[in-house]
């Protein structure tokens, strides 16, 4: 349920793009790592309160943050209804964990990730993307970079989850 692909490093030297999407798989791969081999209520448990952050939230965060990026910015998709949260929950990735569908949560996320993976295969890293972002341009190197920080900085929320569920600690 939690593979996206095996985790690789990712090159010392490679060309720019080659670069950024191999940490970008490689940051994907540590999100499913860390979820890997928890059962349904443990995916579920929450940090501490008041936080509503658990490992299936995380995980439901970044399918929206996929779409976001790669369908909605660079492509320019019209998205009618987000997979998670809404006007009135913005954070419902986060907060409607504790009865969600987790197999049918991280199916969506790594539907989002192939979606992600199609939408910018083959473009040139100064492709802008369909939208603009506060009034500006979006090239495809500015989200690939996004995307390995916002994965990067949840990916270390993912570490502290992990120890709390199982004590379970690593890179």
Request: proline share 4%.
């Amino acid at each position: 349920m939690t593979d996206l692909t095996p985790r690789i490093d990712p090159p010392m030297a490679a060309d720019e793009t080659a670069m950024l999407t191999a940490w970008l798989d490689y940051h994907r791969s540590t999100l499913a790592l860390k979820c890997e081999g928890l059962s349904d209520d443990q995916l579920r448990l929450r940090s501490v309160p008041p936080s509503s952050l658990s490992l299936l939230g995380l995980v439901r965060h970044m399918a929206e943050v996929e779409q976001h990026w790669f369908q909605t910015v660079l492509s320019g998709a019209e998205i009618t209804a987000s997979h998670y949260w809404t006007e009135a929950d913005p954070d419902g990735d986060f907060n409607h964990v504790d009865t969600a569908d987790v197999a049918a949560d991280f199916a969506t996320w790594h539907a989002e990730v192939e979606a992600a993976r199609r939408a910018s295969a083959g473009l040139s890293l100064d492709t802008a993307g369909k939208r603009l972002r506060h009034g500006q341009e979006v090239t495809l190197r500015w989200i690939l970079v996004h995307m390995i920080e916002e994965y990067a900085r949840h990916n270390g929320h993912a570490d502290l989850l992990r120890e709390l569920v199982d004590g379970k600690t690593g890179e």
